[in-house]
């Protein structure tokens, strides 16, 4: 990964910490609002296969953290799994594929929050267990389901280097495709 | 596999506390950089919000009737601003009257964030260390207790409610009032649940629960909690099973105060 792709990575973040904190947090249905910042290393894990997506979790979930009551770490140690889980599940599959992302950002977030908040008991934190983790899982993959096309042109944009990993089935190149 | 061990490395030093004042120091620095671009998109976002959901409120909409809808939305979106002030104006006159403060010195906010995290039952608001905010301090709104700062930083702090499912406030109750009692936050939206009470304790629906200000107590004493929404005794328990309902309105909350008071205090 070079200069110019962390700069436009950390422009990408930053734009989906900022509408995350602004529009996502005022959109909530009984209390739950999307969690945007899961469909990055979703997407990332998509277009780059299991190793990219678990640097962008990890990067994604530090800064994520940062704005969390949560244990810090949790989320990054989440986003780990579910970017590296996302990629090597994906990288079989045709990854220029229009409706892989949306799909893979309905079930990997699904696959998130109950992670998160499994780990999170483990750690600990007993109020994980009081919430409504249906609508949770629910609300979150929706929205990043709809949000997976855009979210996947801009980390294209922002990583475009090939994937080392698997060879996408398609004849076109999946940087080629986004 | 790294990034796995390096994560729980930074999980398990952040719960020991090894990286407490670095993971805080950062944490300040993240909410004191992004407070003001909130407000700067909210203020952005929020009419336009509005006019949309003025006109979506209105159903279908052909190209013969788009005008004259969209001004239908528009006029909607006016009207629901004024109802918004006057909700805000109605919570900002009752934070002037809050009788169980007494004279404990208060700092007024305005709630600018509803829960970062769905997993646990947070507000940020828009007064930090700079006015004189600590972690730790109870936080009331019109009614009663809302809840207790948990971080802060200079322009803006986080509260943790007392819906929170991590959330424990000590409670009097009782004609005295003399009996004591723990309520427990059972997650957002969702009623408390009391501890302690001894079965077959009479308890009437709507009987107020308050902070009880025993030694060691995190909240001062006499600030009213909750009301009671269900009790009843079973056959073999050793306490009653209450349910409680927050008095203070948390879920539309848009104005708090803070009450600068520690246990120390």
Redesign the interface.
């Known amino acids: 990964m070079n200069r110019q792709s962390i700069f436009r990575f950390s422009l990408v973040l930053a734009l989906f ?2 509408i995350q ?3 996502g ?2 959109l ?1 249905i ?4 999307p ?1 945007l910042l899961v469909v990055l290393p979703i997407v990332a894990g998509v277009l780059g296969g299991p190793s990219r997506g ?2 962008v ?2 990067a994604v ?3 994520a953290d ?9 989320s ?2 989440t986003g ?2 579910v970017g590296f889980g996302v990629g090597g599940v994906t990288v079989v599959l045709d990854r220029s594929a229009l409706w892989l992302p949306p799909v893979a950002a309905l079930l990997g977030t699904a696959i998130y ?1 109950v992670v ?2 499994f780990v ?1 008991v483990i ?10 983790l249906v609508l ?1 899982v629910l609300v ?1 993959s929706l929205v990043n389901a709809a949000l997976a096309l855009p979210a996947m042109r801009m980390v294209a944009w922002a990583l475009p280097e090939a994937s080392t990993e698997g060879v996408p089935t398609s004849t076109g190149s999946t940087k080629a495709a986004w | 596999m790294v990034l796995v061990l390096v994560t729980i490395t930074i999980i398990t030093l952040g719960n020991n506390g090894a990286l407490g004042g670095l993971v805080s120091g950062f944490q300040s620095l993240a909410s004191d950089v992004f407070s003001p671009l909130d407000g700067v998109v909210s203020a952005v976002t929020d009419p336009i919000g509005s006019f949309l959901a003025g006109a979506v409120h209105y159903g279908s909409v052909n190209q013969e009737n788009q005008r004259l809808v969209n001004e239908i939305g528009q006029l909607n979106g006016e009207r629901d601003a004024a109802r918004d002030n006057a909700e805000a104006l109605k919570q900002l006159t009752a934070l002037l009257h809050l009788p169980f403060v007494g004279n404990l010195e208060t700092v007024p906010a305005a709630v600018t964030n509803y829960g970062t995290s769905n997993f646990s039952a947070t507000v940020t608001l828009d007064v930090g260390s700079a006015r004189g905010v600590q972690a730790g301090m109870p936080v009331v709104a019109a009614g009663g207790l809302v809840g207790q700062v948990s971080t802060t930083s200079g322009g803006s702090c986080v509260v943790r409610l007392i819906t929170d499912g991590s959330a424990v406030v000590g409670v009097r109750y009782g004609p005295a009032p003399s009996q004591l009692a723990v309520l427990n936050g059972e997650g957002y939206g969702r009623d408390l649940s009391a501890q302690l009470v001894p079965p077959n304790t009479l308890l009437n629906v709507g009987e107020v629960f308050t902070t009880s200000g025993l030694q060691g107590a995190v909240f001062p004493p006499g600030i009213p909690v909750a009301k009671v929404a269900v009790a009843y005794s079973g056959g073999v328990s050793t306490q009653e099973t209450v349910l409680v309902k927050p008095i203070a309105n948390l879920e539309s909350l848009r104005y708090v105060s803070v009450v600068l008071w520690g246990p120390a205090s």
């Open positions: 910490v900022v904190g602004t529009l947090l005022n909530h009984d209390g739950v609002h969690d678990a640097y979790g990890f979930g530090l800064v940062l704005f969390l009551p949560t244990p810090y770490g949790l990054a140690l780990v799994l929050e998160f908040g999170g750690l600990g934190q007993g109020q994980m267990l009081k919430v409504n949770i979150s």
